[in-house]
């Protein structure tokens, strides 16, 4: 995973309680990766307390790093992702999204392909309710959302996750249950397909110049 370079990137950010949805997101850059020219760039964001006493520290102590305004901004495409709570994204996610007023004002992410990805300990716990509900502030953010189209085999095959509208994943009641094969599958392909489109999207503003 890339390090701050020049080098044209797409934005995978996700929150992980347990671990499931940070694997598919290592899996989603593995995806970005396979695309010529374009790096992945995994980042997080903290968790937040109804206690005003409780901070996060500046850097966490483990997995990647928290998401600063710049990588958003220049992102040239993004990949959200967080577990399913209630038929909607973790509340942690949704602070910092609600945070991206600046983003949004300045048309920071207005025309970069973006899409969303969950992780549920049920198999029918709202997994696509949430990929539908983060869809919403990408749109506000005027993003081109892209899902996973049924060209891909393991949308058809899957036992455990996987949707048109993003990858999910199926953690188990212990969330304790790895990606499968066909998990993993769309994770790298949904990956890749958010990276292709920013690379052709970046190759026809060249083209314009």
């Given at each position: 995973?890339?390090?701050?370079?020049?080098?044209?990137?797409?934005?995978?950010?996700?929150?992980?309680?347990?671990?499931?949805?940070?694997?598919?997101?290592?899996?989603?850059?593995?995806?970005?990766?396979?695309?010529?020219?374009?790096?992945?760039?995994?980042?997080?964001?903290?968790?937040?307390?109804?206690?005003?006493?409780?901070?996060?520290?500046?850097?966490?102590?483990?997995?990647?790093?928290y998401c600063t305004e710049e990588?958003?901004?220049?992102?040239?495409?993004?990949?959200?992702?967080?577990?399913?709570?209630?038929?909607?994204?973790?509340?942690?996610?949704?602070?910092?999204?609600?945070?991206?007023?600046?983003e949004w004002a300045t048309g920071?992410?207005?025309?970069?392909?973006?899409?969303?990805?969950?992780?549920?300990?049920?198999?029918?716990?709202?997994?696509?309710?949430?990929?539908?509900?983060?869809?919403?502030?990408?749109?506000?953010?005027?993003?081109?959302?892209?899902?996973?189209?049924?060209?891909?085999?393991?949308?058809?095959?899957?036992?455990?996750?996987?949707?048109?509208?993003?990858?999910?994943?199926?953690?188990?009641?212990?969330?304790?249950?790895?990606?499968?094969?066909?998990?993993?599958?769309?994770?790298?392909?949904?990956?890749?397909?958010?990276?292709?489109?920013?690379?052709?999207?970046?190759?026809?503003?060249?083209?314009?110049?």
């Amino acid at each position: 995973m890339s390090t701050y370079t020049d080098q044209p990137y797409v934005l995978v950010l996700y929150y992980s309680t347990t671990g499931a949805t940070l694997d598919m997101a290592l899996q989603i850059a593995r995806g970005v990766e396979q695309v010529e020219g374009i790096e992945a760039r995994v980042r997080t964001v903290p968790s937040i307390s109804t206690t005003i006493e409780a901070t996060a520290p500046a850097v966490p102590e483990s997995g990647a790093i928290y998401c600063t305004e710049e990588d958003l901004k220049n992102c040239s495409g993004l990949v959200l992702g967080s577990a399913t709570r209630f038929g909607n994204m973790a509340s942690a996610m949704k602070y910092f999204i609600d945070g991206t007023g600046g983003e949004w004002a300045t048309g920071a992410l207005v025309g970069k392909p973006a899409g969303v990805f969950t992780s549920a300990s049920s198999l029918h716990g709202g997994q696509e309710a949430t990929l539908l509900s983060m869809m919403i502030p990408l749109l506000h953010h005027g993003m081109l959302i892209a899902g996973i189209p049924y060209s891909e085999d393991a949308l058809m095959t899957t036992t455990t996750g996987g949707s048109p509208y993003g990858a999910s994943h199926f953690a188990g009641s212990e969330d304790n249950l790895p990606l499968s094969s066909e998990e993993i599958d769309l994770c790298r392909a949904q990956g890749k397909r958010i990276a292709t489109l920013a690379a052709i999207l970046l190759d026809s503003q060249l083209d314009s110049k």
